[in-house]
């Protein structure tokens, strides 16, 4: 499990066409790693059909072999499988992750989903590599969010955690240290990216703030 963790990236940025209708998933992939982002996730909510969903993520999958970047499909391992994605993002609703785990193999990094300490728990019981835990401050991109936990439930999440714990949900580049200090590993950034003006200059900015506190924390300020 730490091993397969190891491949985790700090940077996540989500793709999404329909918070924004300029750029598609390819595109912003693309931009969201030439300003820094070390991993991207490819999110369709649309109803469309397996195939269409293979095309786009084998953009996705793509742009991120290209610039060196962890490709993570979010909800559907068969699109993950097909297009050779490195990991998979399975939320509350979507399968388990044993069963995940035996159709995709040993090697597979398997990410879930917790918007409680209880939540997180149940889940990192489970063989997950990574756990995504939010919404910290907020959401503009979901219906129907969760509660908002703030930056002390994500203290204590993160505290009881065995695996890594990428931070979602409003998080801007001056917060990040603030949710770095608080025990998460990476953030994972939606509309502050993907509907920017410049993907690329917004993931900039991200990538300089987890760059600025890794920095301090090498030289023993934080």
Not at 89 to 101: E, F, S, Y
């Amino acid at each position: 499990m730490a091993e397969r963790a190891s491949r985790l990236g700090r940077l996540h940025v989500i793709t999404d066409e329909v918070l924004q209708t300029r750029r598609s998933h390819g595109e912003l992939a693309t931009l969201a790693i030439a300003g820094g982002a070390d991993v991207v996730q490819y999110r369709e909510k649309r109803p469309l059909v397996t195939r269409e969903l293979i095309a786009t993520a084998y953009e996705v999958a793509s742009a991120c072999a290209a610039g060196g970047a962890l490709c993570i499909v979010d909800d559907r391992i068969d699109v993950a499988a097909a297009v050779g994605a490195d990991a998979v993002h399975l939320g509350r609703n979507d399968l388990p992750v044993d069963v995940a785990r035996r159709l995709l193999g040993a090697s597979a990094l398997i990410g879930g989903t917790a918007n409680s300490l209880a939540e997180a728990e149940s889940v990192w019981a489970t063989s997950i590599d990574y756990l995504g835990v939010g919404p910290v401050f907020g959401t503009a991109s979901k219906a129907n969010p969760a509660p908002v936990l703030g930056l002390d439930e994500l203290r204590a999440i993160t505290a009881a955690c065995p695996v890594p714990v990428i931070a979602i949900g409003n998080i801007s580049a001056e917060t990040v240290a603030a949710v770095m200090d608080a025990g998460a590993h990476g953030v994972a950034v939606l509309s502050r990216v993907t509907c920017a003006d410049s993907p690329a200059a917004a993931a900039r900015e991200f990538a300089g703030a987890i760059a600025a506190w890794l920095a301090e924390r090498q030289a023993g300020r934080r």
